[in-house]
Every structure is written in structure tokens, then in C-alpha cells.
């Protein structure tokens, strides 16, 4: 419905009374590095035109461009890396805070001035780790089988963070892309102002940030800058400068963030960007194919492996876009219902960077020559193929991706007592701590049995446990797909119906799969109708649908490791201090 859509978007703001105020506050604050001190009065008065579509008036033409130099004044640089002259496609009408009506194409811009990476730091920190691998095993859900009927099993491959870090860590590339359009006004921007000077507190001299802010157009408001004292001093200042005004360009903050990798001259071991929003796109028809193509562009430029973390605040933000691009990315979708959860949202992100072991997993499941016939029926993977990646391990977790076994009915002798080797993994992987790649391989051993061997198959509960994980995201999955239909009564079945398997499953007790019944039903109150749906129901179960399927941890100390908590206890104390 346009009409909603245009309730949810920011609205452009008029201009302010005074036209000079205008030229300087958006044109100067928060983009150059000089910022003299000027007298309003010394400004000659301008009054900006529109511009119509795809058309660039000259730049002596400018209506609203200061066409004297002002007393005092030196002359700016002959080229600022933020500049633009030129309007991208689906520039809106004319916005008076784009300042003086510059747009300049995305591939013009050079963002080569990153601060170099520390050659050397202090002995502490530079302790080598003691040991950082991963272990990988395979399970079955079941101690043995007897092959005289058809029988699905579920089992999954688990691979396991081992080891210890001593005092170390992996250097972080960050850049926080976050939107300061209008809506953000107020208690919003001041939350996310403060949660990026916890940020900061939390870096160290072998991290880099920058920060891009995006209301009608984007603007790079640091290059990527070491985090030692004197670089949090300069973000720290940055930060205190930000205001909320204009309207949303998503994509102009995404490509301005992208491009900030893409020309780095040094590369740290982990790469991320941190997207944040409150509204929707001014332009919300094509957003998510433009957000695709600057993915697709700078996916061959930017140097390394990478993850883009979005975060939606409040009800109104555009949920299928951020939680798309936070798939493509290969990061999470955290959804931040209300001002109180942007601290573990925004900790359960910074303390997965932190502690990221191994990255860049791919995995190969294959079935093996065996006497028995069986097939691979189903894998819960990110593509529903046996080749597939899984997301970066952190320091003390597992992740454990199920895939389900079809045995067929075969005649054996009646005793029968042997292992088969059904399914082999191959599992590759890069180590954060050296850059080092490995490649390791494990086997699915299974034991069959004939009718004569009386023994009782024992149920391995952590394999269903994880099984029930994997069909819970995958049914929230269909319900949103019927919710985004309007389907809301056979979406709301469909969980009542999961919710009742796990109710009656054999690890119904488990802390785990209480918490899964929890979020079904959860799911069906966020389907209660299209208000439930549209007002935060559809951007929670994106979110969650994500989180079990990762096993990352979102909204919630759900999968939560030792790092995170920590982060996330120093968060609380730090925005309590800061809001007195």
C-alpha cells in the first residue's frame, strides 16, 4: 500500500529559514577536516533549485553554491574524497540538505587514505595464541539400525572452536554505516551515539574504524582510523557531532561503506560492516535489487572475506530488506525491538568479531560405497545442497549443521553385527590467529544389526536436540513466507503444529527445545494479523529464523559465547553511566 509506505518513510525536511545556515551546517560539519570559524554575515544569500531527474547542471550553474569566498576563509583542497557532483539514478527530487547539490558517481570517489596498521605492538598483545583449531565430528541420531523397513535418521556435523587465545586477538576492519535521517531524531540517534562510543572503549590499536552516515545522501565521516588513544579521542569527537535530519538512501550508505573496503591499502584479519536503520528507503520499490548490485560490484574489489551486520530499529524499518542483505553478506539481522535491547544486540555482533576462530568454512558432504542402500533425503543447509558454507566459529562454541539418512529395507544375515562408513565430510577453513587453510575429513560411522542381534538402539538427544533447532527455522521460514501472503491462519497453524512436535518429542525437557517452543509461539502471536505482522512480527521472525539457523546469537543470550557476555555486561555499564 503507497500510502503506508509513505507513513514509514522519513519525511524531507523544509529549509531552514535562513538559506546560509543551510549551506554551512550540511555542506562543512562532519565531512572536511578544515572547519574555520565563519561569520553568517560574510555569506551571500543563495536559494537552492531543484534539479530534475538524471540531469547535471554545471557546476557554475549551481543555484546554490557560495559563489564568493568568504573573508579569511582558505581555500578548500582541490578534491574531497566525500564530494559529490553528480545525482545517481534514483536521486530523489531536490533535498536542500544534500548542501550544495552534490553528487559525484560512486567510482569517482577515493577512499585510499586508510591509517597504515601498527607494525608493532606491545608485547602483550602480541602473545601468541597457545592453540586455536576446529574439531570436527559426525553423529547419527540413533546407536544402530536394522534395515528391514524404510528409516530416516537425523544426524549432523558438528564442528567445535578448541583451544585457547592467551591475551590475543585478530585485528578488526570496521566500518558502521548508520542512518541519520529524520526519524532517527532524539532518544534513537542518542541510543546509537552512545553504542558507538562503547564501541570505540571496547577496540584496540590493532583495529580500524570508519563511519559512514546516510540520510538523502551518504557521507564518510572518517577513513578507517587505528584505534589507539589518539584515534579514539578523533571517533569519540566524530561521534559527539552527529544529528539526525533528511531523508533515507540506503544504498548510498551501503556503496559509500563498500567503497571504504574496497580502496584500503592495508587489510586487517577480519572484515565487517555494521548497518544500521530505523526507516524505509526513499526509493523502497528497487532497494533490495540495487542493494544486491552493489554487493555483486564491490564482492570481487574488496580484498578479503567479509560480513555485513544490519541492524532494523523499531517497527518500521524495511525487515526483508535488512535481513536480505545480512544474508548476502553472510552476517546477522538484529533486530532491535526497543530502545533496552540495542545493548545485547549490538555486544552479541561486536563479541562475534572479537572472537571469530575460524572463517571462510566450506563443507562437502558425500555418500560413501557401502553394502547397504541409503541416500542423502534432506539437508538443512543454507542452499538444501551438500556443498555448502557455514558461518564463522567463535571462540568456545560449536555449530552443528543436520542433514537426514533414508536407509532402505535390504536382506542381511539374520546376525549381523558391523560398522558401515556411509557419508564422508570434507570441511575447509581459514584460522583468524595465523591465516592459515586447512582441510580435514571425518567419517559417518553407523552400526547395522540383523534380526537376531536383540539390542536397543539408544537415541544420541544432542543430535535431536539440533535436528528440532534446524526444522524450527525452517518451519518459522515457511510461516513468514505465508505470512508475507497474508496467509496468517495457516502460518499460525503451522507453528502451533511444530510447537506440539517438540511438546511431545523425547527431548521435550531440554533447556534448548523449551526455548524453541518459546519462539514458536512467539511466532504465532507476531502472525495474529497483518498489524501484529507489519508493526514488528515479520522483522522478529526474520531475525530468529536467521539466529537458529546460524546459531548466532541476535536479539537474546541464545548461543551466546564467554566474549559476548562479557561485551555485553560492559555495554549495560557503560550506557547506564553514560544516560546518568
Known amino acids: 500500500n503507497p500510502s503506508n509506505q509513505s507513513n514509514q518513510m522519513d519525511i524531507e525536511e523544509p529549509l531552514p529559514q535562513d538559506p546560509n545556515q543551510a549551506s554551512i551546517s550540511f555542506g562543512f560539519v562532519n565531512q572536511f577536516p578544515y572547519q574555520p570559524q565563519i561569520q553568517p554575515s560574510t555569506i551571500p544569500q543563495v536559494i537552492p533549485q531543484p534539479s530534475p531527474f538524471n540531469q547535471v547542471p554545471p557546476s557554475s550553474s549551481f543555484s546554490n553554491q557560495i ?84 528409516l530416516e535418521v537425523p544426524n549432523c556435523l558438528e564442528l567445535e572452536a578448541v583451544g585457547e587465545s592467551g591475551n590475543s586477538r585478530s585485528g578488526i576492519d570496521l566500518v558502521a554505516v548508520i542512518d541519520n535521517s529524520g526519524s532517527m531524531n532524539g532518544e534513537k540517534i542518542q541510543l546509537l551515539k ?108 574488496i580484498r578479503s572475506s567479509f560480513t555485513i551486520h544490519t541492524f532494523g530499529y523499531g517497527t518500521d524499518h524495511d525487515a526483508v530488506l535488512l535481513s536480505k ?11 532491535v525491538e526497543s530502545n533496552d535491547s540495542i545493548a545485547m544486540a549490538f555486544a552479541n555482533c561486536l563479541g562475534e568479531l572479537m572472537s571469530i576462530v575460524a572463517d571462510e568454512i566450506q563443507v562437502n558432504l558425500n555418500l560413501e560405497p557401502c553394502n547397504y542402500p541409503v541416500e542423502l533425503s534432506k539437508i538443512y543447509s543454507v542452499n538444501g545442497d551438500c556443498n555448502f558454507r557455514v558461518q564463522a566459529l567463535i571462540s568456545g562454541s560449536k555449530k552443528q549443521s543436520v542433514f537426514m539418512l533414508k536407509y532402505h529395507p535390504t536382506n542381511i544375515d539374520s546376525k549381523t553385527n558391523e560398522l558401515i562408513q556411509p557419508v ?76 506440539n512436535e517438540l511438546k511431545n518429542s523425547i527431548v521435550a525437557g531440554d533447556e534448548a527445545v523449551k526455548m524453541l517452543i518459546q519462539d514458536l509461539e512467539k511466532g504465532i502471536q507476531s502472525l495474529e494479523n497483518k498489524q501484529t505482522w507489519q508493526r514488528g512480527g515479520q522483522a522478529w521472525v526474520s531475525s530468529n529464523i536467521q539466529g537458529h539457523f546460524e546459531q548466532r546469537s541476535v536479539s537474546s543470550n541464545v548461543y551466546q559465547n564467554p566474549i559476548q557476555q562479557q561485551v555485553y555486561a560492559s555495554s549495560i555499564d557503560f550506557m547506564n553511566l553514560r544516560k546518568g
Do not use: W
Open 325 to 335: 542483505i545480512a544474508e548476502l553478506g553472510s552476517g546477522g539481522f538484529y533486530y
Open 67 to 150: 559563489t564568493q569566498p568568504i573573508p579569511n576563509q582558505m581555500p578548500p583542497p582541490p578534491f574531497f574524497p566525500n564530494q559529490i557532483t553528480q545525482p545517481f539514478l534514483n536521486q530523489m527530487p531536490f533535498d536542500p540538505f544534500i548542501g550544495l547539490d552534490r553528487i559525484q558517481p560512486i567510482e569517482e570517489l577515493n577512499f585510499h587514505d586508510d591509517q597504515p596498521l601498527p607494525a608493532n605492538t606491545p608485547k602483550e598483545e602480541t602473545k601468541a595464541p597457545i592453540f586455536q583449531d576446529i574439531k570436527i565430528s559426525l553423529k547419527s541420531a540413533t546407536s544402530h539400525i536394522k534395515p528391514d523397513q524404510v
Open 194 to 301: 552512545i553504542t558507538l562510543e562503547f564501541m570505540v572503549t571496547q577496540l584496540n590499536q590493532n583495529d580500524r574504524v570508519s563511519i559512514v552516515s546516510f540520510n538523502s545522501h551518504a557521507s564518510r565521516l572518517c577513513p578507517l582510523t587505528v584505534m589507539d588513544e589518539a584515534g579514539k579521542v578523533k571517533l569519540t569527537k566524530i561521534i559527539s557531532g552527529i544529528t539526525a535530519h533528511g531523508g533515507t538512501n540506503t544504498e548510498h550508505g551501503l556503496n559509500y561503506g563498500l567503497k571504504v573496503l574496497a580502496d584500503r591499502r592495508a587489510i586487517n584479519s577480519i572484515t565487517s560492516v555494521m548497518l544500521m536503520s530505523d526507516g524505509i528507503d526513499n526509493n523502497p520499490q528497487t532497494i533490495l535489487q540495487r542493494s544486491q548490485a552493489a554487493l555483486e560490484t564491490y564482492s570481487g574489489e
Open 424 to 499: 564422508k565430510a570434507s570441511v575447509t577453513y581459514q584460522l583468524m590467529s595465523s591465516g592459515e587453510k586447512k582441510t580435514k575429513e571425518c567419517f559417518l560411522q553407523v552400526k547395522v544389526v540383523g534380526p537376531e542381534i536383540h539390542e536397543e538402539a539408544q537415541i544420541n538427544q544432542e543430535v535431536m536436540v539440533q535436528f528440532y533447532r534446524s526444522k524450527t527455522a525452517q518451519t518459522l521460514k515457511q510461516a513468514s513466507q505465508l505470512g508475507n501472503n497474508n496467509n496468517f491462519e495457516e502460518a499460525k497453524n503451522l507453528l502451533s503444529r511444530s510447537a
